[in-house]
């Protein structure tokens, strides 16, 4: 029989001990310049040891991660299959020290699969940019550069980070491959940087399937509903843009496919802002579970969805 180990401590992984040492602007910092004393097949492969090393010591987390799973795998998700999540995940972690310390031309180079890039150059020359909507799936920080060197302009929009250091540090970090920073909150006017950015035709990518505040909706997953962001349809459908499901997984080897999915237009659905942007939701959500599912331990959520 596939048993968890029991664990008494429910606390969500951010309330840990271990993410609140190590997710700091400093320890990111230190981890950055070390990066070129020993490249990336040593980060890679301490990446995945200390993956492990969690899975294996935080049972809570891992019991948090495979319920969630269940989502995307509703015939059943083993405790080993839940593990591995966090080795992948560690592994991207130390790619995206990589990417920043390396040239872009080297990084692009990762990528040998590119699928939808027709999708990107039809709401590029619709003038009105894009939204890049995605998950905590795959090198979802990746696919920015990708973008970039595609020749299109892309700003990632994140929420704070947990001390304003870090926000600052990452948003510097991206910007090493390219990519501006639009720090969004919860205020009705965080969003008119994204809509300057759209009107000026350029690509907006949005995180949609951890939500924060109340514009959420429940959406269909194969083994359950989860809560997804709005915001990404509500300021398309205020510019009058597309909206691109893209997804960067992990292939063997250390190579990545990047997938854009074919574009939807929350205003030209025909229907009420209230319903267009509820519609539109669940038709990203939709495409996106269907390169989620195609390898769900590549899927980071580490908070309950349910």
């Not at 700091?24 to 890679?44: C, D, K, P, T």
């Not at 600052?168 to 920073?181: E, N, Q, S």
Request: hydrophobic letters at 45%.
């Amino acid at each position: 029989m596939d048993m968890e180990p029991s664990s008494s401590d429910t606390r969500p992984h951010n309330h840990r001990w271990f993410y609140r040492k190590m997710y700091s602007a400093e320890i990111f910092q230190m981890v950055s310049r070390l990066h070129r004393l020993f490249g990336r097949s040593f980060y890679r492969a301490v990446a995945w040891a200390i993956g492990w090393v969690y899975a294996e010591t935080h049972h809570g987390v891992v019991r948090t991660v495979r319920e969630n799973l269940g989502l995307l795998q509703p015939s059943g998700v083993s405790v080993a299959e839940a593990k591995r999540v966090f080795s992948n995940f560690a592994v991207t972690i130390g790619d995206y020290f990589t990417v920043g310390n390396i040239a872009q031309s080297q990084a692009d180079a990762w990528c040998v699969e590119r699928e939808g890039k027709e999708h990107l150059s039809e709401a590029y020359q619709a003038g009105n940019g894009a939204i890049l909507a995605t998950g905590h799936y795959g090198f979802f920080e990746f696919g920015a550069l990708l973008i970039g060197r595609m020749g299109w302009d892309i700003s990632v929009v994140t929420q704070a980070e947990p001390t304003a250091a870090l926000t600052a540090w990452r948003a510097a970090f991206r910007k090493r491959w390219g990519a501006d920073t639009i720090e969004i909150g919860t205020d009705a006017f965080a969003s008119l940087r994204v809509l300057k950015t759209l009107e000026a035709g350029k690509f907006a990518a949005m995180l949609i399937d951890r939500p924060f505040g109340d514009f959420t909706t429940d959406v269909e997953l194969p083994g359950g509903k989860a809560l997804f962001s709005k915001s990404p349809a509500l300021i398309a459908y205020m510019g009058d843009s597309a909206i691109i499901p893209v997804v960067v997984a992990a292939l063997p080897g250390g190579k990545y496919r990047m997938t854009a999915k074919p574009c939807i237009w929350p205003r030209r659905l025909g229907l009420a802002r209230d319903q267009a942007v509820q519609l539109a939701t669940q038709q990203v959500a939709a495409a996106l579970m269907e390169e989620f599912v195609r390898d769900p331990g590549q899927w980071y959520q580490f908070p309950p969805l349910r």
